[in-house]
Each structure stands twice: as structure tokens, then as C-alpha cells.
């Protein structure tokens, strides 16, 4: 009788357990999954519209940063979105001018940012083009990953490159912000920046950037900002971190805001050539190329480099640097029907998007060995079309393949 009475209790003590456990869990969980996200999703939006002057988006296309980074300024109110863009349109004045279009908050894969009806701004990197059918790796959807407690910084996720993208609270009319990023750009008369050894090399076109101290070295994407540069990651070397710089166009200098006392003056770099100095001729893998300068300080003539084809390629010039650029461009025919074109390739595959620039790095000693990159672009090849302009659907096949990557060596 007495064992009948302790089981009996131990059943109500444990079923008084279980209903306080359920309790408190309902307390602790008291709403539910989809209220907690509509309330997240409330909120992000009461803190995008709070704003007076909007927010500066630090945004960046393609999965590796290959392109670098633009600034663009979002001011939104409860339906739209009025983007300034670095690269949109200006009055007759030069004053940025804006784009008004529709945005939604949805809960996709976690609380997400879309920007669902077409902006030319907010688009123009996830939109397919002639010379890049694939587009150039651009989102237009984004999951919002975090708001910072002052609610002055926001870090998105890109849905389709990965990427992050920052938007900062911004504190100045938004056209006047686009105008002085111009400014920065525009002022900068090196990309070669040292002090003590550390060394700071841009590339002010693809927005990539080289920090070197001794035999430490790291390479990021960078955006230009109405300050100076910011890099896509902070970078570690030499024992001190690296993320913001201040230009100073009166003495072409960039300060680390993050050391003090880490200025670096600009300079040309090392094996730079002047643009007459660059002509001659040259080996490429088996062939023998000639490269003459077109007598307007910019361009050069280059016979011999596409095998087989009485045609030419046309060069340019970068002082910054003292070498070549190379982009897609038609060369000549083929047998009367094939159009024969100099492309980019890379595991995006094929592009002949003129656009495309692949810069030439000089050899610091002689013989003068160039070297071309692109951050998003492995070498060049040849390839035949049917139709000129070419088209995804006129294209025949390949006619030549370079080295990867492509190297011209000097020979005279």
C-alpha cells in the first residue's frame, strides 16, 4: 500500500514538472516564428526611413570582388527607394542626378531586402549586356544581416554573389556625397603610394588594391568613398590592420585611419616606362609581335599578335602605371565570313565587353617582361564569330589560346 502511495506521488510531482516546463517555454517563446520576423522586418524598415539624408551603400558585384566596389547613396521612404549612383547620370551642371523606384521587405531566406521593380542604378550590375550576356554578377536582393545597436550601420548579404554590402547612415545631401567620391577619384594623380616600405598599389579602374610590407602581402577589392578608399576586408600586415584611408590631393598622400602616423606619398611605380619607351618589339609564347605607338600619347598599333590575321590591336596607354592595356576588340577576317575577335576568358567563361581591361605590370629590370591581369579575367583568346557585333549565337569556335597569364617579353 505504502509503494502504491510513493508511485502515485511521484506521477503528480512529475506531471506538475512537465506542465511548469511547458510553461515557462511558452513564456520564453511567447510569439511566434513569423511575428518575430514581421517585427525584425518592421523595424529594419523604420530604421531605413529614418535617415534624413539616407544611406551610403558600399556595394559590390561579382562573387570575388572583381570589379571592386561603388558607392551609391539609398534614401527610401515606406514604398520607395531614390538612388544616387557614382556612376548614374548628371545634369548640365554635373550634379548627380537620382532614381526612384519600389523596394520590399520579405522573409525569403531570413529577413531580406529586394529591390523588386527596375532601377538602371540599382540593376546595372545584375542586368545582362551584349558584350556580357551573363551580367557582371550584381544582386538586387539582399539578406539583411545585421542593424548595429546606434542603428548607423547595416550589413546586408547579396543573394547571388555572397557578397557583403554595407549601407552607413549617411550625413550630408546625397548628391553632394556622389560629387565629392567623383572628386577623389579624379584628383588622384599616382596609384602607387609608400612609405618605409609599406607599399599601397591601386588600380583605380578595376578598384583593387595591394598592400605589401616586406615579404607580407595581401590584395583586396576597395570602394571609393567622399574621404578616400575603403577596402571590401580590413587586412592584417606587418603587425597593424588596414581598413580606411584619407586622400589628400594637395600633397598625393593616403592616411591609414586606423595608425596613426602611416602616411604614404604617391609615386610612379617600379619598371614604369614612358609611353615612347614601351614601343618595340616583343615575344609572345612563339610569336613575334611589333608594337608601335600611334603619335597621340595614348594608343599603340600591335601586328602579329592574333596568328594568321591581317589585322591589328589597338593598345592603350596608362601613365599611372607606365605599361599597356589590353581589352576585347574585333581584330580582322577570316576566309571573307569569319569575324575574328580578341576576348576575355575566365570561369565565366567568354567576353568581348570592350570595357574589359587587362593591365600590363612591368618587369622592374631588363629585358622588360609586361604581365597583364584583370581580377576577374584569366588571359585572353582568339575567337571566330559569324556576325559582327558578335552574339553568344554567332559564335564559331576558338581560334587562338594565350598563356594564362598573358606576357609579352621584349626583345630589341
Not at 51 to 56: H, M, P
Not at 287 to 306: H, P, Q
Request: with cysteine; charged share 20%; proline share 3%.
Amino acid at each position: 500500500m505504502n509503494k502504491n502511495i510513493i508511485a502515485s506521488l511521484f506521477l503528480i510531482m512529475s506531471t506538475l514538472l512537465v506542465s511548469s516546463c511547458l510553461k515557462d517555454q511558452d513564456d520564453v517563446f511567447d510569439k511566434s516564428a513569423s511575428i518575430r520576423s514581421t517585427e525584425y522586418l518592421k523595424n529594419a524598415r523604420k530604421v531605413l526611413t529614418s535617415s534624413e539624408n539616407g544611406w551610403v551603400m558600399n556595394y559590390y558585384p561579382d562573387n570575388l570582388q572583381g570589379y571592386g566596389g561603388f558607392s551609391y547613396v539609398l534614401k527610401f521612404d515606406d514604398q520607395k527607394v531614390t538612388a544616387y549612383f557614382v556612376n548614374g547620370k548628371t545634369d548640365a551642371a554635373g550634379v548627380p542626378q537620382p532614381e526612384t523606384s519600389t523596394y520590399s521587405m520579405t522573409n525569403e531566406d531570413g529577413p531580406c531586402l529586394s529591390f523588386d521593380t527596375y532601377n538602371s542604378y540599382l540593376h546595372n550590375y545584375a542586368t545582362p549586356s551584349a558584350g556580357a550576356y551573363e551580367a557582371m554578377g550584381g544582386d538586387f536582393i539582399f539578406i539583411i544581416l545585421n542593424i548595429s545597436d546606434d542603428e548607423n550601420t547595416i550589413t546586408l548579404k547579396g543573394t547571388r554573389s555572397g557578397n557583403l554590402v554595407r549601407l552607413y547612415r549617411n550625413t550630408i545631401a546625397p548628391a553632394q556625397y556622389i560629387t565629392e567620391c567623383k572628386t577623389i577619384a579624379d584628383t588622384q594623380l599616382y596609384e602607387t603610394f609608400e612609405q618605409d616600405g609599406l607599399l599601397l598599389d591601386l588600380d583605380l579602374e578595376s578598384q583593387q588594391a595591394t598592400i605589401t610590407s616586406g615579404e607580407e602581402s595581401e590584395d583586396r577589392a576597395f570602394i571609393i568613398t567622399n574621404k578616400g578608399i575603403r577596402l571590401y576586408e580590413p587586412v592584417t600586415i606587418g603587425g597593424k590592420t588596414y581598413d580606411t584611408f584619407t586622400y589628400n590631393a594637395d600633397n598625393n598622400t593616403y592616411t591609414s585611419d586606423q595608425n596613426q602616423g602611416v602616411v604614404m606619398a604617391g609615386r610612379l611605380p617600379d619598371g614604369w616606362r614612358s609611353y615612347e619607351d614601351l614601343a618595340g618589339q616583343y615575344t609572345v609564347g612563339t610569336s613575334t609581335i611589333t608594337i608601335k605607338t600611334n603619335n597621340d600619347g595614348e594608343t599603340y598599333s600591335i601586328t602579329g599578335l592574333v596568328e594568321d590575321i591581317d589585322g591589328t590591336v589597338t593598345a592603350s596607354y596608362k601613365f599611372t602605371k607606365g605599361s599597356f592595356v589590353l581589352s576585347p576588340q574585333y581584330v580582322g577576317m577570316y576566309a571573307g565570313k569569319y569575324y575574328i575577335w580578341l576576348l576575355a576568358y575566365g570561369d565565366n567563361g567568354l567576353a568581348w565587353d570592350s570595357s574589359i581591361q587587362f593591365k600590363g605590370k612591368n618587369s622592374a629590370t631588363d629585358p622588360l617582361t609586361i604581365t597583364f591581369s584583370n581580377s576577374s579575367w584569366s588571359t585572353f583568346w582568339a575567337g571566330a564569330f559569324t556576325a559582327d557585333p558578335p552574339t553568344g549565337d554567332s559564335y564559331a569556335g576558338y581560334w587562338q589560346q594565350f598563356s594564362d597569364p598573358l606576357e609579352f617579353k621584349r626583345i630589341d
